[in-house]
Nanobody, 125 residues
Framework: QVQLVESGGGLVQAGGSLRLSCAAS????????MGWFRQAPGKEREFVTA????????YYRDSVKGRFSISRDNAKNTVYLQMNNLKPEDTAVYYC????????WGVGVGDYDYWGQGTQVTVSS
């Protein structure tokens, strides 16, 4: 059984930075697309960014382009989300997700088969 465990969330002031990590266990995901989603209170879970298996292809939602960066270390079975210049509207629970059998990235919740438990990111103004 695949397990994804996120870490690195917390409280930060607007303009600050955080780095989220997502460590996978139970199966190597070096050949699988992985992504980050977020969910704010009262809102649906939304796509943030995703990476192909190699990290050579990535995709971002418009509101985080130039501020967030996804990367992965396949040797460690870990994916990262570097978040810079954070804004209050980035406040949400952030979820790591992995595709079970696809090497490319996806933008929909249904594109992913495995999910972490989430980590809270709170940006104060």
């Amino acid at each position: 059984q695949v397990q994804l465990v996120e870490s690195g969330g917390g409280l930060v002031q607007a303009g600050g930075s955080l780095r989220l990590s997502c460590a996978a266990s139970g199966r190597t995901l070096s050949n699988n697309g992985m992504g980050w989603f977020r969910q704010a209170p009262g809102k649906e879970r939304e796509f943030v960014t995703a990476s192909s298996w190699s990290g050579g292809s990535t995709y971002y939602r418009d509101s985080v382009k130039g501020r967030f960066s996804i990367s992965r270390d396949n040797a460690k079975n870990t994916v990262y989300l570097q978040m810079n210049n954070l804004k209050p509207e980035d406040t949400a629970v952030y979820y790591c997700a992995a595709r079970g059998w696809a090497s490319g990235w996806g933008v929909g919740v249904g594109d992913y088969d495995y999910w972490g438990q989430g980590t809270q990111v709170t940006v104060s103004s």
